[in-house]
């Protein structure tokens, strides 16, 4: 489906420098310098969009999207929408709206959360509810090499060869599998960590003719046959390059999604896995279950401007754990507006100096904490009267940098 219109990203010299990461798995990777990058981040379930947490990680896979393509990589990145699910339908029938209904409304509240923080839109937007074939034919191909077994209506993928990768114990496992969406008790099943593939039609709720019968996807299914059709150029072991999303999805989600891949095509799924870190308000994680989330599109309707939310997002480190507050806000409230004052002004302190430590801070894991210090140095030295004697007319130089690698218009 269309996303949300592009952005034009002012021309800024990256001196070449390549973007480090740190990999959930592998510690630092520095990414190889590449014409194609493809990325495939896990998308939001449209029925409760788009609190901070949700807009904290996408502003991090924006973040190495900027980097990338300034540094003339070609990045391809596909981000679905969970637009049939169980906590979907759940907010649905509570709330008596057809899920249809409420999943179109919070996607265009996606849309404009996403597009009001000038985050660069995926190059592919894709609804699984338009994937549904592609979903079909992916388990077909799974059940052909004989990965598959059905308990009643429902089908189930055979994990047990894949949990050799498994990177936490199997008991751990088995217990956040069950928080998050799992069914390990379930009687009949080979393995308890065994995700579904296929459920069979319920009174009420939606569903699609298949060759397995009337009935809906389950949730790991959809990411890898989506990531699969749009991604893959079969020109190397991996099927992308990188796979994001916030860190309570490195298991179950990826680690399913990446032995069903590899169950099909004998390949990985991913060169490099980069997760975010959770974000907190009034001292826990942010979660629909403590009540505890706070929407963009309410920060917005109150009058915050969107980069000054931005700005605040950046203030921690996207792989730590933070904390959303009212200070923050402050906090970002006030960096943004020295910086403000330091651009509306004719003369500045020159800024290569600047610009060097920020190419560094990003291209060091996306170090923005680091990168918005160099910032408001370089602000307090443009506004200092001391200073006069240095000053020069570049602030229009740092004005096109903020804009390219960090997506703040100030
Ligand atoms: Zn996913």
């Avoid at 052909?144 to 209506?153: L, M, S």
């Avoid at 217990?175 to 296929?198: E, N, T, V, Y």
């Avoid at 443009?382 to 130089?397: F, K, W, Y």
Wanted: aromatic share 10%.
């Amino acid at each position: 489906m269309n996303s949300w219109p592009a952005v034009m990203l002012p021309q800024v010299s990256l001196k070449n420098q390549p973007l480090q990461l740190v990999d959930t798995f592998k510690a630092q990777v520095k990414l190889p310098a590449t014409r194609f990058f493809s990325v495939y981040v896990c998308g939001i379930t449209p029925y409760d969009a788009t609190h901070l947490g949700h807009a904290a990680t996408y502003l991090a896979y924006d973040l190495i999207n900027r980097y990338l393509t300034l540094s003339h990589t070609h990045f391809h990145y596909t981000q679905n929408i969970t637009d049939v699910d169980d906590p979907l339908l759940e907010r649905a029938n509570r709330d008596q709206v057809d899920w249809r209904d409420l999943a179109s409304s919070q996607i265009d509240l996606f849309i404009e959360d996403m597009s009001s923080l000038r985050v660069l839109p995926p190059s592919d937007f894709i609804k699984v509810t338009d994937s549904i074939e592609l979903i079909i034919s992916f388990i077909a191909r799974l059940k052909e090499k004989d990965h598959v077994y059905q308990i009643e209506d429902d089908l189930y993928f055979d994990v047990a060869p894949s949990l050799v990768d498994l990177s936490i114990s199997e008991e751990e496992a088995i217990s956040i599998f069950a928080q998050r969406g799992g069914d390990p008790d379930r009687i009949g099943k080979r393995h308890r960590l065994d995700p579904l593939l296929w459920l069979g039609n319920k009174a009420g709720e939606p569903g699609w003719d298949s060759p397995f019968g009337f009935g809906r996807p389950g949730w790991h299914v959809e990411c890898t046959a989506i990531a699969l059709e749009f991604l893959d150029r079969e020109e190397s072991d991996c099927v992308i390059d990188l796979q994001g999303g916030g860190e309570d999805l490195i298991f179950p989600h990826h680690f399913m999604s990446a032995a069903l891949i590899k169950a099909v095509t004998d390949r990985n799924f991913s060169k490099f896995y980069v997760h975010t870190g959770m974000m907190g308000y009034q001292g826990e994680k942010m979660s629909k279950s403590k009540g505890n989330l706070v929407f963009v599109s309410q920060l917005l309707k109150d009058g915050v401007d969107p980069m000054i939310i931005r700005w605040a997002l950046m203030i921690d480190h996207y792989q730590s754990y933070r904390e959303w507050s009212s200070d923050l806000l402050t906090r970002a409230s006030s960096d943004v507006a020295l910086v403000r004052q330091a651009l509306a002004k004719s003369e500045v302190y020159p800024v290569a100096g600047h610009l060097s430590e920020l190419i560094d801070a990003l291209s060091n894991n996306l170090d923005t904490p680091r990168a918005l210090s160099i910032i408001l140095k370089w602000a307090r030295q443009s506004l200092d009267g001391e200073n006069s004697h240095l000053l020069v007319n570049e602030s229009g130089e740092m004005s096109r940098a903020l804009d390219a690698l960090l997506g703040l218009t100030l």
